[in-house]
């Protein structure tokens, strides 16, 4: 873990975490910003398995943008999930959580291939228990994920999602 001493990511509870990327994988950050659920580390739970909620970012935020522009550290402490908060490019560097054609980024294959099981293997997580959730460009995201990748998130919420192209209804 990095040490961030940052009060909106008070540790044990919280850290901030570098994911391995592979080699062949491009992305622009790999830092993850990990909530556990209050009593994570008591002897009494260390059994017990918890669900995942995925928050990804807009574009003109970052990985720790949850916790610092959001309620979300305090409000979490009655939600037993852990809530895990990579980074999705940001501003001229927005990987628009997809993989793009020209290969200049590959925020799909890292945050689906890479990060998703990354977490099942270094947190106790209940497997399939998922959630998808973001604001703006990471609300397109959860949706796009969700849509693309089933079974991987039992639920996908959009908060303003950017919206490309038309809706056809």
Avoid at 55 to 74: A, F, I, P
Wanted: glycine share 10%; hydrophobic share 40%.
């Amino acid at each position: 873990p990095l040490a961030t001493g940052a009060d909106d990511c008070p540790p044990p509870r919280c850290s901030d975490r570098q994911v391995p990327v592979p080699p062949d994988v491009q992305i622009t950050s790999n830092l993850v910003r990990v909530l556990l659920p209050v009593g994570y580390r008591a002897p009494r739970n260390r059994d017990r398995r918890y669900p995942v909620i995925y928050l990804w970012n807009g574009v003109r935020n970052d990985h720790d943008s949850w916790t610092l522009k959001t309620e979300l550290l305090q409000d979490s402490r009655a939600w037993p999930a852990i809530f895990v908060m990579p980074a999705g490019g940001k501003l001229e560097q927005a990987g628009m959580f997809s993989d793009w054609a020209d290969g200049t980024w590959d925020w799909e294959t890292y945050h689906t291939g890479v990060l998703v099981p990354w977490i099942d293997e270094h947190y106790r997580t209940i497997p399939g228990a998922r959630a998808s959730a973001g604001a703006s460009m990471g609300g397109i995201g959860a949706l796009n994920y969700a849509a693309r990748h089933p079974g991987m998130f039992k639920a996908a919420f959009s908060i303003s999602g950017l919206q490309i192209g038309r809706a056809h209804v």
